[in-house]
Nanobody
Framework: QVQLQESGPGLVNSSQTLSLTCTVS??????????WSWFRRPPGKELEWMGA???????YYNPSLKSRTSISRDTAKNQFTLQLSSVTPDDTNVYYC?????????????????WGQGTQVTVSS
């Protein structure tokens, strides 16, 4: 069973960089055909895909967030990390990491197999 756990600061000041880490257990993040994503859910809105890193380290980003988003990984720690720069109070959200095992990457498929519990991040003005 794959398990994911988000961690990071619950409060970030405006204009700073938000950094969240997803720690994975149950499989290696380098296991073939696993894809590791970050999502967020704005209050009252649908889930928003932010970006992903693949089992071989390729990255994909939501075009609307690409200029501010960076996803990286630490294979030794079996973790992947989200960095969102120049945050504003509009970036206040619950952030989730998720994974899926598929034969190919499809950024439009949101039916992920495993999800973290989510972590609330508040951006102060």
């Amino acid at each position: 069973q794959v398990q994911l756990q988000e961690s990071g600061p619950g409060l970030v000041n405006s204009s700073q960089t938000l950094s969240l880490t997803c720690t994975v257990s149950g499989t290696s993040i380098t296991t073939h055909f696993y894809y590791w994503s970050w999502f967020r859910r704005p209050p009252g809105k649908e889930l928003e895909w932010m970006g992903a890193i693949t089992f071989n380290g390729d990255t994909y980003y939501n075009p609307s967030l690409k200029s501010r988003t960076s996803i990286s990984r630490d294979t030794a720690k079996n973790q992947f990390t989200l960095q969102l720069s120049s945050v504003t109070p509009d970036d206040t959200n619950v952030y989730y990491c998720a994974s899926k095992l598929r034969p190919a990457w499809n950024e439009y498929e949101y039916d992920y197999d495993y999800w973290g519990q989510g972590t609330q991040v508040t951006v102060s003005s």
